[in-house]
C-alpha cells in the first residue's frame, strides 16, 4: 500500500516547500519538503544547495514510498488510506525505526484507535519543544482515528 493524493498534499502543505538547503530546529541539514541525508532518497543537502519544487517532490515521493514500505509490514490490523497516510507522514517526521517501536503503532495493532488519536499529538516536538509545524501536522493525522 502507497499513500494517497491527499496524504502527500497533506505533507507538503505542513512541511513547506524551502528550495535551499536550511538547519531544521533540531540542527539538521534540510532542503525541500523536509527532506535529509538520513532519507537516503539521493539526495544529501549541504550549505548552499539548492533544489527545484518539481526535484522536492521527487525526493518527497521516493521517502514516503521508502518509509510506507518499512512500516507496512509491521501494521497488523487492518487500515484505511487515510490511517496509513497519517501513519507514514508521522514516519517521514520521526523515522521509520522509531514508528514501528512506538506506542503509536503497538495501540493500533490493539486496536486502541483513541490512544492512537492521542499518541499523534506526543509527537509535536523537536528537541524537546513543541514545534508550530509539528503540532499542527499531528492534529489532522489524529483526526484520522
Not at 539538521?28 to 527532506?35: D, E, K, M, S, V
Not at 514516519?91 to 503497538?106: D, V
Amino acid at each position: 500500500m502507497s499513500i494517497n493524493k491527499a496524504a502527500l498534499d497533506l505533507i507538503k502543505e505542513f512541511e513547506g516547500f524551502e528550495p535551499m538547503a536550511y538547519h531544521d530546529p533540531v540542527g539538521i541539514l534540510t532542503i525541500g519538503y523536509g527532506t535529509t541525508a538520513a532519507a537516503d532518497v539521493g539526495i544529501i543537502p549541504r550549505e548552499g544547495m539548492v533544489i527545484s519544487e518539481a526535484q522536492a517532490t521527487e525526493y518527497l515521493r521516493r521517502a514516503v514510498d521508502k518509509f510506507a514500505a518499512q512500516i507496512r509490514p509491521r501494521i497488523t490490523m487492518p487500515v484505511n488510506a487515510n490511517q496509513f497516510g497519517a501513519m507514514v507522514s508521522l514516519a517521514y517526521n520521526i523515522g521509520p525505526g522509531a514508528f514501528n517501536t512506538s506506542t503509536l503503532l503497538r495501540k493500533f495493532n490493539a486496536g486502541d484507535t483513541a490512544g492512537v488519536a492521542e499518541q499523534f499529538l506526543v509527537w509535536d516536538k523537536a528537541g524537546g519543544r513543541i514545534m508550530r509545524g509539528l503540532h499542527a501536522a499531528v492534529r489532522p493525522s489524529a483526526s484520522c482515528f
